[in-house]
């Protein structure tokens, strides 16, 4: 049972450093971080767009199988 609480403690101590920090690091996206993310989304868009044009070209022939 003392490992129980002494566990239980630790992690409301670390849980509350966790907290504590997020705190102060909250608003801080760097311009890579954005960028990296409009390259993710663009390309997403950009193979479900390649996707769309494919069916809509080979409709025809694929509605045979």
Not at 13 to 23: L, N, Y
């Given at each position: ?12 101590a ?52």
């Amino acid at each position: 049972m003392k490992t129980y609480i002494r566990l239980t403690t630790a992690l409301r101590a670390h849980w509350a450093e966790i907290e504590k920090r997020a705190s102060e690091d909250r608003g801080d996206i760097s311009i890579t971080t954005v960028i990296i993310w409009v390259a993710a989304v663009a390309g997403a868009l950009l193979i479900a767009g390649s996707i769309g044009v494919l069916i809509t070209k080979y409709n025809g022939k694929l509605s045979g199988i």
